[in-house]
């Protein structure tokens, strides 16, 4: 496993942007498949995206399609998910997860999950 600290959350209008990072810890980083899943009030934690250890597979969910992008570093250890044209709907705690694999859209499909960070939007 390896240990995820998110980061880039915060209160921003609706039509903005945001960038969150996702830092991990561990020599093999550059061997995971790593997700962003996002959790609003009241609701169950949902797939956002997914990048395969090399990135050259992506997978979204379609309702940020076209408006987020998922991106790493193999590098500096970290994952990216730039967030534009942010609505009110994606106001949500977001969590950067890893697995060892191909990329997935399955919560049970990761096994090391950050302690995630806050995306308020407001209209």
């Known amino acids: 496993q390896v240990q995820l600290v998110e980061s880039g959350g915060g209160l921003v209008q609706a039509g903005g942007s945001l960038r969150l990072s996702c830092a991990a810890s561990?020599?093999?980083?550059?061997?995971?498949?790593m997700g962003w899943f996002r959790q609003a009030p009241g609701k169950e934690r949902e797939f956002v995206a997914a990048?395969?250890?090399?990135?050259?597979?992506?997978r979204y969910v379609d309702s940020v399609k076209g408006r987020f992008t998922i991106s790493r570093d193999n590098a500096k250890n970290t994952v990216y998910l730039q967030m534009n044209s942010l609505k009110p709907e994606d106001t949500a705690v977001y969590y950067c997860?890893?697995?060892?694999?191909?990329?997935?859209?399955?919560?049970?499909?990761?096994?090391?999950w950050g302690q995630g960070t806050q995306v308020t939007v407001s209209s």
């Open positions: 561990g020599r093999t980083f550059s061997s995971y498949a």
């Open positions: 990048i395969s250890w090399g990135g050259g597979t992506l």
């Open positions: 997860a890893a697995r060892q694999g191909i990329p997935a859209t399955r919560l049970v499909d990761y096994d090391s």
